[in-house]
């Protein structure tokens, strides 16, 4: 038994390819270091969800699509309860994307990959007592995701920084969410039904649930001089570094190369805090040669998540919602599979040993762990 399926082959794909030895990420043809800074989040949707429906897709209808589609679930925003207000903002997201309806067909998937865009911002001005701003059809969903979070246009260094998040996070192998993904979709669940799950999955902090708590432990370090002495002591408690480590990257992962060029590239625009980035370089520096002191067999570098809680904080967004903003670009990669799976695949039943007693076997039930 392959213990946490490492290793374990279960789907074949198109859509993404991670190389771990290599660094490398090839999303449906292209290498990430082609895709991050030049495509935008509507280039991504055709790349990966091409070919998986009916309809002949194209960069036009794309754009008219998510744009329309953003204006109309803007209405579930009515749906907002109470209860809602007060979750944290990713169960809220998934609480309000449980009123839209499910189907495997390609308006249902826009609807989706709209719907995360809208919610997101809708919630967090909501849960800060601010009005909802309504979705503009006319702009790009970067440019209008980050208008109805802060009410004021962003500028193209922004919109730019946003795209390069969601291209460099819209697909990845089967990691956690993306094979739930898979499996609800192989029951022929709708794709709604998938999206949901896969979004409880990445919500656990050792999958999406990262880059809130790599911002807490930058904000404790505080300042480069405190970074080694924060760092062992937090090792020696045996607490994990969140932001660093990876089951299948054995070097650095390449897209936390892509983040924090697009950070880079914020800075030169002035809307990023330098200081706070150099602190991060300092942390990232001395974390790497201590794991590698403390495990010299186990490479452990910085993942995606690192590099993602400072850019998605230099778009203003609040750290509670960066797993929320991850759904927003990881939704279009959950789809593509979820599609590739109903199509070509199988229903997705493994089996396990059984360990417990046998009914002839003198016996008392005894807990679990
Ligand atoms: N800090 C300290 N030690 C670590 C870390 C870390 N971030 N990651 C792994 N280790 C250690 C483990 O304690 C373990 O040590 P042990 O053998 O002495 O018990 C050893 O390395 C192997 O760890 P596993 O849990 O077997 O590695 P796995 O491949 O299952 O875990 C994971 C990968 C979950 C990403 C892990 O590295 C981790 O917890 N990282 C921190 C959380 C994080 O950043 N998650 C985001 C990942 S990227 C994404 O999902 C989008």
């Given at each position: 038994?392959?213990?946490?399926?490492?290793?374990?082959?279960a789907?074949?794909?198109?859509?993404s390819?991670?190389?771990?030895?290599?660094?490398?990420?090839?999303?449906r043809?292209?290498?990430?270091?082609?895709?991050?800074?030049?495509a935008?989040?509507?280039?991504?949707?055709?790349?990966?969800?091409?070919?998986?429906?009916?309809?002949?897709?194209?960069a036009a209808?794309?754009?008219?699509?998510l744009?329309?589609?953003?204006?109309?679930?803007?209405?579930?925003?009515?749906?907002?309860?109470?209860?809602?207000?007060?979750m944290?903002?990713?169960?809220?997201?998934?609480?309000?994307?449980?009123?839209?309806p499910?189907?495997?067909?390609?308006?249902?998937?826009?609807?989706?990959?709209?719907?995360?865009a809208?919610?997101?911002?809708?919630?967090?001005?909501?849960?800060?007592d601010?009005?909802?701003?309504?979705?503009?059809?006319?702009?790009?969903?970067a440019?209008?995701?980050?208008?109805?979070?802060?009410?004021?246009?962003?500028?193209?260094?922004?919109?730019?920084?946003?795209?390069?998040?969601?291209?460099?996070?819209c697909?990845?192998?089967l990691?956690?969410?993306?094979?739930?993904?898979?499996?609800?979709?192989?029951?022929?669940?709708g794709?709604a039904?998938?999206v949901?799950?896969a979004?409880?999955?990445?919500?656990?902090?050792?999958?999406?649930?990262?880059?809130?708590?790599?911002?807490d432990?930058?904000?404790?370090?505080?300042?480069?001089?405190?970074?080694?002495?924060?760092?062992?002591?937090?090792?020696?408690?045996?607490?994990?570094?969140?932001g660093?480590?990876?089951?299948?990257?054995?070097?650095?992962?390449?897209?936390?190369?892509?983040?924090?060029a697009?950070?880079q590239?914020?800075?030169?625009?002035?809307?990023?805090?330098?200081?706070?980035?150099?602190?991060?370089?300092?942390?990232e520096r001395v974390?790497?040669?201590?794991?590698?002191?403390r495990?010299?067999?186990?490479?452990?570098?910085?993942?995606?998540?690192?590099?993602?809680?400072?850019?998605l904080?230099a778009?203003?967004?609040?750290?509670?919602?960066?797993?929320?903003?991850?759904?927003?670009?990881?939704?279009?990669?959950?789809?593509?599979?979820?599609?590739?799976?109903?199509?070509?695949?199988?229903?997705?039943r493994?089996?396990?040993?059984?360990?417990?007693?046998?009914?002839?076997?003198?016996?008392?039930?005894?807990?679990?762990?």
């Open positions: 038994m392959k213990n946490g399926l490492e290793d374990v082959v789907a074949e794909t198109v859509l390819d991670v190389d771990g030895e290599a660094g490398q990420l090839i999303i043809g292209a290498s990430l270091d082609d895709l991050a800074g030049s935008t989040f509507e280039d991504t949707v055709l790349r990966l969800w091409d070919g998986f429906f009916e309809e002949p897709m194209s209808m794309v754009n008219t699509a744009g329309r589609a953003r204006a109309e679930v803007f209405a579930h925003i009515g749906a907002v309860d109470e209860a809602m207000l007060s944290p903002p990713v169960d809220a997201l998934r609480a309000l994307l449980a009123r839209l499910d189907g495997d067909d390609l308006p249902t998937a826009v609807r989706l990959a709209a719907a995360t809208v919610f997101l911002p809708a919630l967090l001005r909501l849960q800060q601010l009005l909802p701003i309504a979705p503009d059809a006319t702009l790009s969903q440019a209008d995701t980050l208008r109805m979070l802060t009410g004021t246009t962003p500028c193209p260094a922004q919109v730019a920084a946003l795209d390069a998040y969601l291209v460099t996070i697909d990845h192998g990691n956690a969410s993306t094979f739930t993904s898979r499996v609800v979709a192989s029951t022929g669940a794709l039904s998938a949901l799950a979004l409880s999955a990445l919500k656990g902090p050792l999958h999406g649930g990262a880059p809130g708590p790599v911002l432990m930058l904000d404790e370090i505080g300042t480069e001089s405190n970074a080694e002495t924060w760092l062992r002591e937090t090792l020696g408690r045996g607490e994990r570094l969140m660093f480590g990876h089951r299948i990257y054995k070097v650095r992962d390449p897209r936390a190369d892509a983040l924090k697009a950070l590239r914020l800075a030169e625009e002035g809307t990023v805090s330098l200081s706070r980035v150099k602190l991060a370089e300092v942390v974390a790497v040669a201590i794991l590698r002191e495990k010299p067999d186990r490479r452990l570098d910085v993942n995606v998540e690192f590099y993602t809680a400072l850019l904080d778009l203003g967004f609040p750290r509670e919602s960066f797993t929320g903003v991850f759904a927003l670009g990881r939704t279009v990669g959950w789809i593509a599979h979820a599609r590739e799976q109903a199509m070509n695949g199988r229903l997705i493994p089996r396990s040993v059984y360990v417990g007693p046998r009914p002839d076997q003198q016996h008392s039930l005894q807990r679990a762990v």
